[in-house]
């Protein structure tokens, strides 16, 4: 199944220039690299990223991530995947940019 992390510019040049990261500040505080499903994604930039442009969305299979990753209760009560471990960038099988668009993210065609 894959997974997806949204990445700002600066946050994606990171773990391109050092091949791993430890995530987004939030991630850091919370000590995990937080992913959405593709169920969840849209709600996940709706609600922490509004607006935001510049962004990129990464695609991991949750399976090759083996024990660090973990199925934990947030929002709404939803399980969501948190990584306890860096993000490695050869973790990485795609990523797109999510370009803003009147306003809204748009999300590639091919999610599953």
Same mark, same amino acid.
């Given at each position: 199944?894959?997974i997806?992390?949204?990445? $700002? %510019?600066d946050? &994606? %040049?990171?773990?391109? %220039?050092?091949g *791993?990261? +430890?995530?987004a500040p939030? !991630?850091? /505080? !919370?000590?995990?690299?937080?992913?959405?499903t593709a169920?969840?994604v849209a =709600?996940t930039?709706a609600k922490?990223?509004a #607006?935001a /442009?510049?962004?990129?969305?990464l %695609?991991v =299979?949750s *399976?090759? @991530?083996? !024990? /660090?990753? #973990?199925w =934990? *209760?947030s929002?709404?009560?939803a399980l969501f995947?948190?990584?306890?471990r =860096?993000? +490695?960038?050869?973790?990485?099988? &795609? /990523?797109?940019? @999510?370009? @803003?668009i009147d306003g809204a993210? $748009?999300?590639?065609? !091919?999610?599953?």
């Amino acid at each position: 199944m894959l997974i997806y992390k949204i990445f $700002r %510019a600066d946050e &994606w %040049a990171v773990l391109q %220039a050092n091949g *791993e990261t +430890r995530g987004a500040p939030v !991630d850091v /505080a !919370d000590g995990f690299v937080h992913f959405s499903t593709a169920a969840q994604v849209a =709600e996940t930039a709706a609600k922490h990223f509004a #607006k935001a /442009a510049g962004l990129t969305l990464l %695609a991991v =299979e949750s *399976e090759a @991530l083996g !024990d /660090a990753l #973990k199925w =934990e *209760e947030s929002r709404g009560g939803a399980l969501f995947p948190h990584l306890y471990r =860096e993000l +490695r960038l050869a973790d990485v099988l &795609w /990523a797109k940019p @999510l370009p @803003l668009i009147d306003g809204a993210h $748009r999300f590639p065609d !091919d999610l599953t």
